[in-house]
C-alpha cells in the first residue's frame, strides 16, 4: 500500500524555468512533509519540509505547498538550475500506531534541468 | 558529507548467506533507522533504535535483524539471503526520537545477492 505517491518517474525542465515536482498522499494521519534530494551515489539529504498547520514554505529557490483537503503537496524549484538534476523524494510523517512516528517515502522522481 | 558512516560500500554474496551491515550515526544523534532501496522501489522503511532501544518497526524481514550498541553504532543482519534482498541499504541518524525530524543519510551499502 503505497501511501505516499510521486506519480512522476522522472521530469524535464530548461536551465531558468521552474520545476514543479507533485507528491500524494494517502494517510490522514500525516502531519508532517519532506523532501529529500538525491545525488548518484549518495544518500539523500534534506531540503526542505512543512508542517500541516501551514500550506507554505519557502526557503531561497525553493518552495512547498501543502494542500491538505487534496492530501497533496507540491515542491516549486525558481530557477532551475543544472545542480538540481537528482532524485527527489517526497516524505511524510504521522502516527502510525501508538506514539511511534514513522517517515514514509515516495518512489522518487528523477529532475532533469538542461542547460 | 552527512557524517553518517555505512560500510562496506558494496557487497556481493551468494544466496543463504548472512551479512552485516555497519552503520556509525553523526556525532550526537541518538536515534539510527535503516532503508532499503529496490530497483523501482522508494525507500522502504525497515527500523529504528533510539538509544540502543528498538523504537519503530516498518517492513523488516524476519530474516533481518538490528542492533544499536552502547557507542551507538547499528548494525543490520540480512540472513538467508534471497536474490530479492538485492537492494541499497541506507543508514539514517537523528538527535532525536520522533521521526517527524529531519534525517541525516549515509551513502549507502549496495547488496548483491547472486
Known amino acids: 500500500d503505497q501511501q505516499v505517491k510521486q506519480n512522476s518517474p522522472s521530469l524535464s525542465v530548461q536551465e531558468g524555468r521552474i520545476s514543479i515536482l507533485n507528491c500524494d498522499y494517502t494517510n490522514s494521519m500525516f502531519d508532517y512533509f519532506l523532501w529529500y534530494k538525491k545525488y548518484p551515489a549518495e544518500g539523500p539529504t534534506f531540503l526542505i519540509s512543512i508542517s500541516s498547520i501551514k500550506d507554505k514554505n519557502e526557503d531561497g529557490r525553493f518552495t512547498v505547498f501543502l494542500n491538505k483537503s487534496a492530501k497533496h503537496l507540491s515542491l516549486h524549484i525558481v530557477p532551475s538550475q543544472p545542480g538540481d538534476s537528482a532524485v527527489y523524494f517526497c516524505a511524510a510523517s504521522g502516527r502510525s500506531g501508538g506514539s511511534n512516528y514513522k517517515l514514509t517515502f515516495g518512489k522518487g522522481t528523477l529532475l532533469t534541468v538542461n542547460p | 558529507d552527512s557524517g553518517v558512516t555505512q560500510t562496506p560500500k558494496h557487497l556481493i554474496t551468494a544466496t543463504g548467506q548472512r551479512v552485516t551491515l555497519r552503520c556509525s550515526p553523526r556525532s550526537g544523534d541518538l536515534s539510527v533507522y535503516w532503508y532499503q532501496q529496490s530497483l523501482d522501489q522508494g525507500l522502504q522503511f525497515l527500523i529504528q533504535?533510539?538509544?540502543?532501544?528498538?523504537?519503530a518497526k516498518g517492513n523488516i524481514l524476519e530474516r533481518f535483524s538490528a542492533q544499536q550498541f552502547p557507542d551507538l553504532h547499528s548494525e543490520l543482519n540480512l540472513s538467508s539471503l534471497e536474490l530479492g534482498d538485492s537492494a541499497l541499504y541506507f543508514c539514517?541518524?537523528?538527535?532525536?526520537?520522533?521521526?517527524?525530524?529531519?534525517?541525516?543519510f549515509g551513502s549507502g551499502t549496495q547488496l548483491s545477492v547472486l
Open positions: 539514517a541518524s537523528s538527535v532525536g526520537r520522533a521521526t517527524n525530524e529531519k534525517l541525516f
Open positions: 533504535y533510539y538509544n540502543g532501544e528498538e523504537r
